[in-house]
């Protein structure tokens, strides 16, 4: 029944409570590689469609290189719940895990492509996006097909706590991404509220692909509720990360541009800091600049600027911090094994790609 | 055990075969009374969120006085099939039909939210719909919460078959609508491809609709495909009536507005009967106005008059017509009642709100 010679769970890494490894998520790849490519393969085989433009567009974001961040975290739940340990030769073991973290990765997908679209106001000022290639109205229906086709590979897996999981996660999703409208250019946000944000539009679906993880082992809900918690913190370190990252100049290296947020008057934990922490010039200066979009070409590197003077990114990278450390804590409920470190190094990863 | 004295289905109505009912959507909607307010009761309820816009956003489409075409065909194939005879106090009654037709109006709305993003080229030639009040990215992501909602009421059901039809449709419909986007503009697109675009953007909705009504009913297999059937073919009717309608010029008295398909291009029957029976200059005349575009203000009153001179309207609801007897005939495998006078009347008003 030894099932470490055939499943690639027995290349341990270093304990990760103390320092970050350098490439955590490299690391969680090749101790999943197998179901990783599985994975793969199952994206690129249930993304296909008799109309050609679909598998052509969905291609072009799916195949881009991603990191698969969150199909990793449903594989490695699942390992980490002990998910398929039974063995047996490759072509009888349960690939649940594999199916359902594309289901995640689609999902995720859906919501890239409906996050290109840009209103009129945007397309103005010269902001199209990925979808520039494509249009606006084929991202979106692109999107609706992979996310229909999300779950329908749900159904065949037949469960319908995972249904329940992922329908909830897909409109909290929706809700975080309207509220994320609504707040923006609204400088009165308050920061409960920015977490809402990003609680709904990021966090969830980490949730989610944690859980499912849990639900293919038919584990104990304390496991389940601690992958849950995992998942959430994870998640908004993940995104107090992007945010910080969007207003941090030496970004070139990461493949991000700088100052999409601050162009389109996002309302992210930096710029709260920022504004609350300025004087009544520079709060005129965030008021028009991101409160109503009138800026010029240098008021970007001003923003970056005021916020390396009040400690914006610094304040935002140790909440991110602060939440990484939580969902390392969430995990006690496992035992110590090399997937558990993988996974405690993907938290620290998390934060210290900001470094 | 009668049932007659509690529910709304004794009134009875005129048998169809012959003359369409005037309004047949109205009668059927007076016998399924009850069931149709539980079910915009469900509508209200469910698409409420602590976000305001989505419920807001929702309501301008879901409350704007829809027909509730598809929650009735839901709701009267599940009459059609004895749901919920065995009757009881009205608390104690079942309900899943109520809840599923709510489902089967949420998914209908995301896709019109959806369908209403438009790309810059039209946004250019001033062609800014519905969206135009709150904006393409709220379209997109309101859709996307009411498709998430849906998904998550199905799972309350807890019927994995009903999950399979609805998830099944909603791939179909995006296939659709994306192959609709390929073909636009192109007047060498085939009969038989325009027929797979309206099979994919209305009818697998239609289709869907009609089955989970059977499926809730515990029905046997053949009453399930007779109803899919029904849907099917009532479907394309109802399609191409729509796309007829588009070129007919009385339309003020449907709220309807004349010539949308013209102006973005879409390629519909109309347009291809009158692109092929059309002379040479005539045909110059569809690929310069649908197939590159280029449209001066005279052009639609042409378009329309080049059509009554092929016959090109008439023709395309001749084919309708023979679509919506397909669909009466394929209720032949249920008893003559009522009800399903009321549904074969309602393949007979598809075709005549054209007239």
Same mark, same amino acid.
């Given at each position: 029944?030894?099932?470490?010679?055939?499943?690639?769970?027995?290349?341990?890494?270093?304990?990760?409570?103390? #320092?970050?490894?350098?490439?955590?998520?490299?690391?969680?790849?090749?101790?999943?590689?197998?179901?990783?490519?599985?994975?793969?393969?199952?994206?690129?085989?249930?993304?296909?469609?008799?109309?050609?433009?679909?598998? &052509?567009?969905?291609?072009?974001?799916?195949?881009?290189?991603?990191?698969?961040?969150?199909?990793?975290?449903?594989?490695?739940?699942?390992?980490?719940?002990?998910?398929?340990?039974?063995?047996?030769?490759?072509?009888?073991?349960?690939?649940?895990?594999?199916?359902?973290?594309?289901?995640?990765?689609?999902?995720?997908?859906?919501?890239?492509?409906?996050?290109?679209?840009?209103?009129?106001?945007?397309?103005?000022?010269?902001?199209?996006?990925?979808?520039?290639?494509?249009?606006?109205?084929? *991202?979106?229906?692109?999107?609706?097909?992979?996310?229909?086709?999300?779950?329908?590979?749900?159904?065949?897996?037949?469960?319908?706590?995972?249904?329940?999981?992922?329908?909830?996660?897909?409109? !909290?999703?929706?809700?975080?991404?309207?509220?994320?409208?609504?707040?923006?250019?609204?400088?009165?946000?308050?920061?409960?509220?920015?977490?809402?944000?990003?609680?709904?539009?990021?966090?969830?679906? /980490?949730?989610?692909?944690?859980?499912?993880?849990?639900?293919?082992?038919?584990?104990?809900?304390?496991?389940?509720?601690?992958? #849950?918690? $995992?998942?959430?913190?994870?998640?908004?370190?993940?995104?107090?990360?992007?945010?910080?990252?969007?207003?941090?100049?030496? &970004?070139? !290296?990461?493949?991000?541009?700088?100052?999409?947020? /601050?162009?389109?008057?996002?309302?992210?934990?930096?710029?709260?800091?920022?504004?609350?922490?300025?004087?009544?010039?520079? &709060?005129?200066?965030?008021?028009?600049?991101?409160? !109503?979009?009138?800026?010029?070409?240098?008021?970007?590197?001003?923003?970056?600027?005021?916020?390396?003077?009040?400690?914006?990114?610094?304040?935002?990278?140790?909440?991110?911090?602060?939440?990484?450390?939580?969902?390392?804590?969430?995990?006690?409920?496992?035992?110590?094994?090399?997937?558990?470190? #993988?996974?405690?190094?993907?938290?620290? $990863? !998390?934060? *210290?790609?900001?470094?």
């Amino acid at each position: 029944m030894g099932v470490a010679a055939t499943l690639p769970l027995a290349k341990p890494i270093p304990a990760s409570d103390a #320092a970050p490894v350098p490439d955590a998520l490299s690391a969680l790849a090749d101790m999943l590689r197998d179901d990783l490519e599985a994975a793969n393969r199952a994206i690129v085989a249930r993304m296909d469609s008799p109309v050609a433009l679909i598998p &052509q567009l969905a291609a072009h974001i799916v195949a881009a290189g991603g990191k698969r961040l969150r199909p990793l975290l449903t594989l490695g739940a699942a390992r980490l719940c002990g998910y398929g340990q039974s063995g047996g030769p490759a072509a009888t073991r349960p690939l649940r895990h594999v199916n359902l973290a594309a289901c995640v990765e689609f999902i995720h997908t859906a919501t890239l492509l409906h996050d290109d679209v840009v209103d009129e106001s945007l397309l103005r000022r010269g902001l199209a996006s990925a979808n520039a290639i494509f249009g606006n109205k084929a *991202s979106v229906l692109v999107g609706d097909f992979l996310f229909a086709r999300a779950f329908q590979m749900m159904v065949e897996d037949g469960s319908l706590r995972v249904l329940e999981i992922l329908s909830h996660a897909a409109a !909290t999703i929706a809700e975080g991404e309207v509220l994320q409208l609504v707040i923006q250019n609204d400088l009165g946000t308050g920061e409960a509220q920015y977490l809402d944000v990003i609680k709904g539009k990021t966090a969830a679906l /980490f949730v989610a692909a944690c859980q499912v993880g849990a639900v293919v082992a038919d584990r104990p809900e304390a496991e389940e509720r601690g992958l #849950a918690e $995992y998942g959430m913190n994870l998640g908004i370190a993940f995104q107090l990360v992007d945010d910080a990252l969007d207003y941090a100049a030496d &970004q070139a !290296t990461l493949g991000k541009t700088v100052g999409d947020d /601050f162009r389109e008057g996002k309302i992210t934990l930096p710029v709260l800091h920022a504004f609350h922490a300025g004087d009544a010039e520079e &709060q005129a200066f965030w008021r028009r600049t991101v409160g !109503t979009l009138d800026q010029a070409d240098a008021d970007l590197g001003l923003a970056m600027r005021l916020m390396e003077r009040h400690g914006a990114i610094a304040a935002t990278l140790a909440r991110a911090a602060d939440f990484a450390a939580a969902a390392k804590r969430a995990l006690a409920v496992f035992p110590a094994t090399p997937m558990r470190a #993988a996974m405690l190094a993907v938290a620290d $990863y !998390t934060v *210290s790609r900001a470094r």
